[in-house]
Nanobody
């Protein structure tokens, strides 16, 4: 399994931006499709965005489409989530996920999770 460590969370005002990063260990990173999920207090974890192993295709939840951008750098074993025009409802713990299969591309997470990074958007 790949180990994942998220960073980049923080407190930002509505309308602001944050860039989350997920660093992966292991030489097999390039074989994983990657995703970002988030969880707010009292809510289930939900899909945010996903990207194929080669970065060729991306998927987004409707709630973030046009505001968030997922990208990856296979040379550096990292995946990023650029979040613009943030809203208070984007407040959540954001998790990075790695999946051998295609499941994450349709919102079904794989087995590997990071520890999460808190994003708080104030109104």
């Amino acid at each position: 399994q790949v180990q994942l460590v998220e960073s980049g969370g923080g407190l930002v005002q509505a309308g602001g931006s944050l860039r989350l990063s997920c660093a992966a260990s292991g030489r097999t990173f390039i074989t994983y499709n990657m995703g970002w999920f988030r969880q707010s207090p009292g809510k289930e974890r939900e899909f945010v965005a996903a990207i194929t192993w080669d970065g060729g295709r991306t998927w987004y939840a409707e709630s973030v489409k046009g505001r968030f951008t997922i990208s990856r750098d296979n040379a550096k074993n990292t995946v990023h989530l650029q979040m613009n025009s943030l809203k208070p409802e984007d407040t959540a713990v954001y998790y990075c996920n790695a999946d051998w299969s295609l499941g994450v591309l349709s919102g079904t997470p794989g087995a590997s999770w990071g520890q999460g990074t808190q994003v708080t958007v104030s109104s």
